[in-house]
């Protein structure tokens, strides 16, 4: 029987994205842990590698055992891209480049050799768990959190509740456009590879005004779309997008690409770049 008890050891945020797996430990009891206190690591997902289900629990399992050292793992609970059924325990649906995160009984083989608990989150849900967490989560209106990385995740909070039509997470990264959907035309990690792997450099015009002027309008389509498809008063950006923009004004660059792009009348929803996105992740997944 796995141990349900909780009065000792580590917590552990692991955040599963198409590129790296990144982890975090925290004291059982500390709840809302502050940015600068969250020690994060990370490893390659070996998505493409990972045929089985065992080789993925194995994977998560070292991944937890680095980060928990030799203290004792209480609980485990892990962000994920892909929609996440209501338990916390399964897969509804995710990207193909996600296909081996649904393999049935990683997480079950995981937990026995662990000893402890896993549940599993969005990870766009947990980036607003984390800007909860940071006190910044207005108590009304429609609000978005966008967790750009290798796609993109989405979902909204109406006057402080999860919003959820048809109790489904709003697969916005899942609209088609000509040349793919908004996960490949959003992607900052396919950004990041046609500038040399450089995205700050991207963003900030190093590689050229051309380029990055592309990346930002479709951009601020894809959050034009979400605003008025949503109705949105606020977005917040994370992922890694949001840590490559340091000292770059994009919140504001996007926002003045915005008006033509809404219908005539619409309220222009603010926008925050949060700055530590990926932290804030983990920050969620942990005070979940």
């Known amino acids: 029987m796995l141990d349900q008890t909780h009065s000792a050891g580590e917590v552990l945020a692991l955040d599963l994205g198409g590129t790296w797996i990144k982890g975090a430990a925290e004291r059982v009891g500390t709840l809302l842990p502050s940015l600068d206190s969250i020690q994060a690591q990370r490893w390659p997902n070996p998505l493409a590698a990972v045929r089985t289900a065992e080789e993925y629990a194995e994977v998560i399992v070292s991944c937890c055992r680095e980060l928990a050292g030799e203290k004792k793992i209480a609980r485990v609970v892990i962000s994920t891209a892909g929609e996440v059924a209501p338990s916390g325990r399964a897969y509804r649906t995710a990207a193909?480049?996600?296909?081996?995160?649904?393999?049935?009984?990683?997480?079950?083989?995981?937990?026995?050799?662990?000893?402890?608990?896993?549940?599993l989150i969005n990870d766009a849900e947990a980036f607003l768990l984390g800007v909860a967490a940071s006190g910044r989560l207005p108590a009304r209106g429609q609000v978005a959190g966008v967790a750009v990385g290798t796609g993109l995740g989405f979902c909204v909070v109406r006057d402080g509740r999860w919003w959820k039509p048809g109790r489904r997470l709003n697969l916005l990264g899942s609209i088609l456009v000509p040349d793919g959907n908004y996960d490949t035309w959003s992607s900052a990690v396919r950004a990041a590879h046609a500038s040399g792997g450089d995205l700050h450099a991207l963003l900030s015009g190093k590689n050229g005004v051309a380029p990055r002027d592309a990346y930002l309008s479709g951009l601020a389509r894809i959050l034009a779309s979400a605003a008025t498809l949503f109705?949105?008063?606020?977005?917040?950006?994370?992922?890694?997008?949001?840590?490559?923009?340091?000292?770059?004004?994009?919140?504001?660059?996007?926002?003045?690409?915005?008006?033509?792009?809404?219908?005539?009348?619409?309220?222009?929803?603010?926008?925050?770049?949060?700055?530590?996105?990926?932290?804030?992740?983990?920050?969620?997944?942990?005070?979940?």
Do not use: Y
């Open 96 to 119: 193909h480049h996600l296909a081996t995160l649904t393999l049935s009984g990683w997480l079950d083989l995981a937990e026995e050799k662990l000893g402890c608990r896993i549940s």
């Open 231 to 288: 109705q949105l008063d606020r977005i917040f950006l994370g992922g890694g997008l949001s840590e490559a923009a340091a000292g770059v004004p994009l919140a504001a660059e996007l926002m003045a690409l915005l008006p033509p792009l809404l219908l005539p009348g619409q309220a222009m929803p603010e926008i925050e770049v949060v700055e530590k996105g990926n932290l804030e992740v983990l920050r969620g997944t942990l005070a979940l």
